[in-house]
């Protein structure tokens, strides 16, 4: 029973790796039968947008960002979140696979999984950019769970991506007005971007009012050793604070967890002379940085993993937020081991055990801990404070360079 099991996860790996490295069910499980041409969705519908500047009632704009600071010696305060209204650069956010609607693709409906997504993972970046997140019609989590049970359904990778193309060029047309913007995905929405960059982006006029490109959860392959080339011809890794029209990419693994040896969807390069690119929000030079994370409290009603935490201090105390950030607990470094090159996450206990040393967030299905996945579901969570100071200083560099 137990080989049974593993068997299913270890399909279920390879089911969901060639979804988020090539958007779409193996041609093995996929439905013959071909869809009708969908139909284009209008960007000029505010509707069509999970996020945009300005909106309160949005899934940014509502979306409660309150933190709990939790220092090592157990002691608390509440850190309030407080977006910028004159930010003077964009964001611009793609989701990861998170819609549970049925079919191969998603609605264009603003699901709670969306607007839940939002507020982890884009939200807080309204603190130095303006935020723009339209819906798209990715391919589902339905379609994974379809297809585990020998039923596939048809998918479009080609529709979630002409969706996004579509949601910028409105955006370059009607919101933009040549401002710098940054671009932001994980997972499935970085796999979306890096398509983005590569047809619309990389080389082409627009590519100025680059900041950067941040792709959490992905494989961007580089020539080894080199910090431009491969995926992107023209955009190099981002090495320095305050530089811009650069790259970042990481997959995050526990340090005392890497990457197992049959890990095949994010550390590992798909091509001779190639690894995949690792920059490490914390420390863009190199080397090891301490992690400004805003981790789910357990607050709300839907924790990465399905594992709620614990008591976040010893003895427990109340935490109201719906966020948590932990000074001290954790540091990031990117580990290149000659076949896998990731972003190696270690967690430093408290002294006095006044505060927890436990952090949540794997890849969890029967039971067992999927260690090819690593953290990939807080990605984002455990670098959104380091890749906001990254932003801050980018927009920085911009303004400067623009006057």
């Avoid at 709990?68 to 793609?94: K, L, M, N, W």
């Avoid at 982890?120 to 589902?140: D, E, K, M």
């Avoid at 049970?149 to 007005?177: F, S």
């Avoid at 994010?266 to 863009?284: M, Q």
Wanted: proline fraction near 9%; hydrophobic fraction near 40%.
């Amino acid at each position: 029973m137990e080989d049974v099991l593993l068997s299913t996860i270890r399909f279920l790996l390879f089911v969901i790796g060639a979804i988020l490295l090539t958007g779409q069910v193996p041609a093995a499980s996929a439905a013959a039968a071909p869809a009708p041409a969908p139909v284009a969705v209008s960007y000029a519908d505010p509707g069509a947008w999970l996020c945009l500047p300005g909106r309160a009632a949005d899934a940014c704009g509502r979306a409660d960002l309150d933190t709990t600071v939790i220092q090592p010696d157990g002691s608390t305060r509440i850190e309030r979140f407080r977006a910028d209204p004159d930010a003077p650069i964009d964001c611009f956010y793609v989701y990861p696979t998170v819609s549970l609607d049925p079919g191969g693709n998603a609605s264009m409906k603003a699901e709670p999984q969306e607007i839940g997504v939002v507020a982890q993972q884009f939200a807080r970046f309204a603190s130095v950019c303006r935020p723009y997140a339209p819906l798209y019609r990715q391919v589902t989590l339905t379609a994974l769970r379809d297809a585990l049970k020998g039923q596939p359904v048809p998918t479009d990778r080609g529709m979630a991506y002409n969706d996004i193309k579509r949601a910028w060029d409105y955006y370059l047309a009607h919101y933009n007005h040549g401002r710098g913007v940054v671009l932001i995905g994980h997972s499935q929405g970085s796999l979306v971007l890096a398509q983005l960059v590569k047809q619309e982006i990389d080389g082409k006029p627009v590519q100025k009012r680059l900041l950067s490109v941040i792709l959490a959860g992905y494989r961007l392959q580089v020539p080894r050793g080199k910090d431009v080339g491969g995926d992107f011809t023209s955009i190099p890794l981002c090495r320095a604070a305050g530089q811009i029209g650069c790259a970042i990419n990481f997959a995050s693994f526990r340090a005392d967890s890497p990457p197992p040896p049959n890990e095949k969807i994010f550390a590992i390069s798909s091509g001779p002379g190639l690894e995949a690119a690792c920059v490490n929000p914390a420390a863009l030079g190199g080397g090891s940085g301490p992690l400004h994370a805003y981790l789910p409290s357990g607050t709300q009603p839907v924790i990465a993993d399905g594992v709620e935490p614990g008591a976040w201090t010893n003895p427990p105390k109340p935490v109201s937020t719906p966020f948590v950030a932990v000074p001290g607990m954790l540091s990031a470094r990117c580990v290149d081991d000659g076949t896998y090159n990731y972003l190696a996450i270690t967690i430093h206990p408290s002294p006095t055990g006044a505060r927890t040393d436990t952090l949540t967030g794997d890849v969890i299905v029967g039971g067992h801990v999927l260690k090819d996945w690593g953290l990939h579901l807080i990605d984002v969570n455990l670098t959104i404070g380091n890749l906001i100071d990254v932003v801050r200083q980018q927009g920085h560099t911009y303004l400067a360079r623009s006057r």
